[in-house]
């Protein structure tokens, strides 16, 4: 890795279930290729020794110990579907290597849904403060096209429609280079179709084939990756319905698409 980029780690490139499923037999399910093991979506992207994690799924400990996850200087959620926030817990780790709190950042409808899920966490009573708990100091992200500076990286979020309710795209600047990572979306919108123009890397919500009402389905994804003539592009949240190897195939046209994989570092 370029010492003047940012690495950015695909931690989780797998549908809320994760891959494989329980008790299925399946050929992505029984498959050999580790490229088939997907667990629940986190990226960690880190420069100048500061790592920003965004999301942190029921799998981030399972990331963490597998040496993915070197230092934690702030969070960012998304949305609180389980498959992106129930890993918070986990985060209490980083703050005793850290020796310190860690901010939270989220817009202010997440930080509210936040509190209220993890009560123990943000709602202590004197009498419990003693109790081993993550420690985070809650961040309102501003509202598109506002940017938040975390870290050496500026930060926006775009609302993104997914299903019933909106997550967002988070645009992650460094150096002058562009992340637009867009894990959970069920349209392509015009403001997200813009936000991917040009992008140096896009990562891009791709469900499956048949369609899904909270998400993209993976040839809707590949087209808009193709589309935003990014530099390089990957299909994240995947389920269990294709593998690695087939679609690869499928998107050989369009060498710079292709789908996630668990593990993968991309430089930005």
């Known amino acids: 890795m370029n010492a003047h980029s940012a690495s950015v780690r695909i931690l989780g490139s797998g549908t809320s279930t994760g891959v ?3 008790g299925c ?5 029984t498959s050999r290729d580790p ?3 997907r667990t629940r979506c986190g990226i960690h992207v880190e420069a100048e020794g500061f790592g920003l994690q965004v999301d942190v799924s029921p799998d981030f400990r399972a990331q963490a110990l ?3 996850v070197p230092r934690v200087d702030a969070v960012l959620v998304t949305h609180c579907h389980a498959d992106h926030c129930l890993g918070l817990d986990d985060v209490r780790r980083y703050n005793t290597l850290q020796g310190g709190p860690i901010p939270l950042y989220a817009r202010r409808c997440v930080l509210d849904d936040l ?8 709602h202590v ?3 419990q403060k003693w109790l081993y708990r993550p420690r985070l100091v809650p961040t309102a992200l501003p509202r598109f096209p506002a940017a938040a500076q975390i870290g050496p990286f500026r930060v926006r979020v775009l609302p993104v429609p997914h299903g019933p309710i909106r997550s967002v795209a988070v645009e992650l600047e460094y150096r002058g280079r562009r992340l637009v990572a867009c894990t959970d979306c069920s349209r392509v919108t015009p403001s997200l179709a813009r936000l991917l123009e040009g992008a140096d890397v896009a990562l891009l919500d791709g469900l499956r084939d048949r369609p899904q009402g909270a998400h993209l389905t993976v040839d809707v994804s590949a087209a808009a990756l193709a589309a935003s003539r990014c530099g390089v592009g990957r299909i994240v949240h995947l389920g269990h319905d294709i593998l690695h190897e087939t679609l690869l195939a499928r998107l050989a046209a369009t060498p710079r698409v292709k789908p996630a994989f ?3 570092v991309l430089e930005l």
């Open 262 to 264: 668990d593990g993968e």
């Open 35 to 37: 490229r088939d093991v």
């Open 25 to 29: 037999t399946c050929p992505v399910c």
């Open 115 to 122: 509190s209220r899920i993890f009560g123990y966490i943000f």
């Open 125 to 127: 009573p004197p009498s």
């Open 66 to 68: 597998r040496g993915w």
């Open 20 to 22: 494989p499923l329980v």
